[in-house]
Each structure stands twice: as C-alpha cells, then as structure tokens.
T-cell receptor, first 114, second 115 residues
C-alpha cells in the first residue's frame, strides 16, 4: 500500500525566510505525488504535482518540490516566505489506476512570523 | 465557475440522528470521493465512485453510506450519527481522462458536530 509521511506537524518561519516542508513516500511503483494547500476554513487547492520526467516541479505561488527517488522524498520549498503562505500543507500520493484516490500525509501547518 | 459545491457547510446532530451531505460538481467528472479530515490525521477516504451508479468503500467506510444516482451528484449519508463522526467532510472530483495524475478538485467542506 502507498503512504506518505510528513515530518513536522508545525513549522514556523519568519517572513522572507526559506520554507521547507518535508514529505517522504512509500510506494512499490513510481508514484504520482502531489502537494495541496488548505487555507483556513477552505477546501484543498493543488500546489503542484509530480508524474514522471523532470524531478524539479514548479507550482503556484512560488513553491517548488524536488522528487528524489533515492531518498523517497518530495520536499516542498519556497525561497522567501510571505505572510499569505500561512496555511496547512498536505503531501499526497495517488493510486496509479482504478479508483485514483489520494492518500494524504497528516499535514504540516505553516506559520509565518512578521 | 462553481466547481465542487457541498451542502450544508455546518451541521450539529444529536447522537442517533441521521443526515445526508450533498456534493455537486459541474465539471462533468467521472470520479467522485468523500473524505473526512481529523486533526493530525490528514484526509481519509470514506467512499468513492468511478461513475454514475457505482460506489465503493474506501479506508474508513463504517457508519456511512453513499449514492451516485446522477453523474454530477454524490451523496454521503449517516444513518445513526455517533460522536466519533464529528469531523470535517470533504467531497472531491476528478476526471477519468489521462493517467492517475489528474488534479482532484475539492469542495469547501462540511463541519459536522455530533453531540
């Protein structure tokens, strides 16, 4: 069964600092990986996704993630945090076939300090 | 551009009561899902549907039933609510085209409290 693990349930950074949110996956086949963001009292919105090919994936709002097969990781980064980045971030892996459902990590809440 | 719409947005139930959550999508998506979100646990799949008239169990289906009589609608029912079903419920939909990396679109969520 596929799974993802997010290290750190809460991350706090200063405005302008680097954002690094960690995600490790477990999959017996090459995975489809996603990062979603949830702003307070809202649904989830896709930040970026990895399928195959380029290992560095660029997403919306200046976020990017690097797929490292040797480390089974898909960490999310942003060079300079903005106050508006404060939200909860979820890493997820998708079934490759059949139901195509997402399996989510437990989430990381990002706090941005002024 | 409605996308995925969930009703109601909030609800308080007494233990043993029943209710139905409605999800509607206007993107002509084949796949629809119900997840529940609990603190520290991410989102977990309750039930899903790969097309009109078909439903299947996810990882946490106990205490819930679903129906998909129309392609655009996916209903989640609680026959006898329990406090353990206090949660935020999200509906999502995705297209069947391409491979399994298509984006899932989420509703705004329904916050359910069972007292």
């Amino acid at each position: 069964a596929q799974s993802v693990t997010q290290l750190g349930s809460h991350v706090s950074v200063s405005e302008g600092a680097l954002v690094l949110l960690r995600c490790n996956y477990s999959s017996s086949v090459p995975p489809y990986l996603f990062w979603y963001v949830q702003y307070p009292n809202q649904g989830l919105q896709l930040l970026l996704k990895y399928t195959t090919g380029a290992t560095l994936v660029k997403g919306i709002n200046g976020f990017e993630a690097e797929f490292k097969k040797s480390e089974t990781s898909f960490h999310l980064t942003k060079p300079s945090a903005h106050m508006s980045d404060a939200a909860e971030y979820f890493c997820a892996v998708s079934d490759r076939a059949g139901r195509r459902a997402l399996t989510f990590g437990s989430g990381t809440r990002l706090q941005v300090q002024p | 551009n409605a996308g995925v719409t969930q009703t109601p947005k909030f609800r308080v139930l007494k233990t043993g009561q029943s209710m139905t959550l409605l999800c509607a999508q206007d993107m002509n998506h084949e796949y629809m899902y119900w997840y529940r979100q609990d603190p520290g646990m991410g989102l977990r799949l309750i039930h899903y549907s790969v097309g009109e008239g078909t439903t299947a169990k996810g990882e946490v289906p106990d205490g819930y039933n679903v129906s998909r009589l129309k392609k655009q609608n996916f209903l989640l029912g609680l026959e006898s609510a329990a406090p353990s079903q206090t949660s935020v419920y999200f509906c999502a939909s995705s297209s069947a085209s391409g491979v399994g990396n298509t984006e899932a679109f989420f509703g705004q969520g329904t916050r359910l409290t069972v007292v």
